[in-house]
């Protein structure tokens, strides 16, 4: 039925001519700007939650002269982990013999990686030097029959003496810990021991995602770049 | 005379009965001081703790013995553990999240937590997705106690922790922890004495559980594929798929699976593979007992050693 037909209806029973009066839907633009407002607000609040959750992933502070070990191949990867698993050892025998244990003590103990027996093949090639310094030691090691390998350098330090070597930092964050380990990587396989500075010489400190040092902003951390001028005692090896 | 020798033999006996009284009253006191106690999240954490403090602590396991800690569920029971603790031995890595709301629930959230994991290199996870689905998502690797080397570290590293808890007992525990750390790398030497005479290239090793990786990479060998990247997660028809074209691809002739894992999927890869099938302990089960991590560790050492050899 068209509509003029149901108008002319409705005036014949109504007797006489009407008004037409057109009732609009009840208006939901209100409803409409309310719940896209809702959307934009679910949606910015989800972006927000993003941004902190991927800046907190990367907050990461590192110096020039550090890596991650996340570059590490597999193998260099065992090597870092072995190197670190050391100093619990190390700290026993410096306890019972009163200095840093030179690296063929550590072989004798059975200690990985340098009881060649206890490290997969790719790495019993590597030749290990210790150099004394009385607070701290470093143990230099590199493998004479591969020209892939990295040279590596375990640096124990005595977290209780006034003097860290550079670039350690000066603070200690735990005082029940008295050794701190540092693991550094340098690309030449057969580099000569640079002395206390490594960063100078091109050595790169490996540190991982996982060290908590690494959530502090640089200037948290009092660092000391002073040298000591102390001189190291290379003590084993072929002298 | 006598009167002289009553007076020595009542001075004697005063000497005597106060001596007696004196150790009585230390020895009561010796049995009557109680232990610290220490909460241990995990299985391996159990028989390290127990290894390092032999009885000069006592140590509580938090969930039940044959607990899952994937799929745990706190019960309200279970928080009795938490009752009285010096300090609890976390994972934190995401392999106990259980422990949180269980702490919060006992009102410890305070409590001393050890962190076997303080300065342990982590391996990095490429959580390995089939083309075209995300592929950022980057995440380490928890497992981090599934290996000789990195479990020495954190033996370490809790025997540290409970000496600054007993500092009378600190010596006694870091010796213990170098004892412990020495028969476990015995474990180490005797596989790798195995694996260095073998020609280790010819074993491409795919996996179920990418928490072998620490175990084989301290052994020299690599995994070229992770089936299942994370724990729960059954794989989809696409990702089982794709699971097998990177098998196919890497020409993997070992898989390593879960003891407990669903064997369908990897029947299914073994099926269209052909790789040799081998069952790892994830050392995440049974009995606690001091000797649990290195007797699976140990026959975990084997199973790999046995999987390298028959590829010779």
């Not at chain 1, 143990?139 to 590596?152: A, E, L």
């Not at chain 1, 860290?164 to 396989?189: E, F, K, M």
């Amino acid at each position: 039925m068209s509509r003029k037909i149901r108008i002319a209806q409705a005036q014949a029973a109504a007797g006489g001519p009407i008004r037409e009066v057109v009732v609009h839907p009840l208006d939901a633009r209100r409803e409409t700007l309310g719940l896209l407002l809702a959307v934009g607000v679910i949606v910015l609040a989800m972006g927000l939650r993003f941004l902190s959750l991927a800046a907190n992933e990367e907050q990461l502070y590192l110096r020039p002269y550090q890596r991650l070990s996340d570059g590490l191949n597999d193998s260099q990867r065992t090597l870092y982990r072995s190197l670190l698993a050391t100093v619990q050892d190390i700290g026993a025998l410096r306890d019972q013999n009163g200095f840093f244990p030179e690296a063929e003590l550590l072989e004798y103990e059975m200690i990985p990686p340098f009881a060649k027996s206890l490290v997969p093949k790719d790495l019993q090639g590597f030749v290990w030097e210790t150099y004394d310094y009385s607070t701290w030691v470093d143990y230099i090691g590199y493998n004479p029959d591969s020209d892939q390998d990295f040279s590596y350098i375990l640096r124990v330090i005595d977290l209780h003496t006034d003097y860290h070597p550079s670039p350690h930092p000066g603070a200690d964050y735990d005082p029940n810990q008295r050794l701190a380990a540092q693991v550094w990587v340098h690309r030449d396989p057969q580099r000569a021991y640079p002395g206390e500075r490594l960063a100078i010489d091109g050595w790169t400190w490996v540190v991982d995602a996982n060290d908590p040092m690494l959530q502090k902003p640089p200037d948290a951390r009092a660092f000391k770049q002073t040298t000591s001028g102390q001189q190291p005692v290379k003590r084993g090896g072929e002298e | 005379m006598r009167r002289s020798f009553a007076r020595w033999a009542v001075g004697v006996s005063a000497l005597a009965l106060c001596l007696i009284l004196a150790g009585s009253a230390a020895a009561q006191d010796e049995e009557e001081a109680p232990k610290p106690r220490i909460g241990v999240t995990l299985h391996p954490y159990y028989s390290w703790v127990r290894n390092i403090v032999g009885d000069k602590m006592d140590v509580v396991p938090i969930i039940p013995a044959n607990a899952d800690p994937h799929s745990y569920q706190p019960r309200p029971v279970d928080l009795a553990n938490l009752k009285g603790l010096s300090a609890i031995v976390v994972n934190n890595l995401g392999h106990d999240e259980f422990i949180k709301p269980m702490l919060k629930s006992a009102g410890q959230e305070n409590l001393k937590q050890i962190e076997p994991n303080r300065g342990v290199p982590l391996i990095k996870i490429h959580i390995d997705v089939p083309e075209g689905e995300d592929a950022s998502q980057v995440a380490y690797n928890s497992h981090s106690y599934l290996s000789i080397t990195s479990g020495t570290q954190q033996i370490a590293n809790i025997a540290q922790d409970l000496g600054s808890i007993d500092p009378d007992n600190a010596d006694f525990y870091r010796a213990n922890a170098r004892s412990y750390s020495k028969r476990l790398r015995r474990l180490l030497g005797n596989a790798l004495a195995e694996i260095n005479k073998m020609d280790t290239s010819k074993a491409s090793i795919a996996s179920v559980h990418d928490g072998y990786s620490y175990i084989l990479q301290e052994l020299g060998l690599n995994v070229v594929a992770v089936i299942q990247p994370r724990h729960g997660i059954e794989p989809n028809p696409r990702q089982l798929q794709d699971t097998i074209k990177r098998i196919k691809t890497a020409n993997a002739n070992i898989l390593f699976t879960e003891l407990d894992y669903d064997k369908k999927y990897v029947d299914i890869i073994t099926a269209e593979t052909g790789c040799k099938l081998y069952s790892l302990s994830h050392v995440s089960g049974g009995e606690y007992t001091d000797d649990l991590f290195e007797a699976k560790m140990e026959k975990n050492l084997n199973t790999i050693v046995e999987a390298v050899r028959d590829t010779q």
